[in-house]
């Protein structure tokens, strides 16, 4: 829910960028809040 209000917060902002699988993520959650969801970054960092 954080990233939500930051993504709409951000919008008018210039050179604030979010990797497009975080938009996706924050899309996702907007229709279905209890998706299931793995974190790119988190598999890296566990690799």
Known sequence: MLFAVL???SEGWRGV???AHIVHRLEQMAEHPDSEWEDPDLM???A
Do not use: S
């Open 7 to 9: 993504v709409d917060a």
């Open 17 to 19: 960028r979010m990797p």
């Open 44 to 46: 890296k960092l566990a």
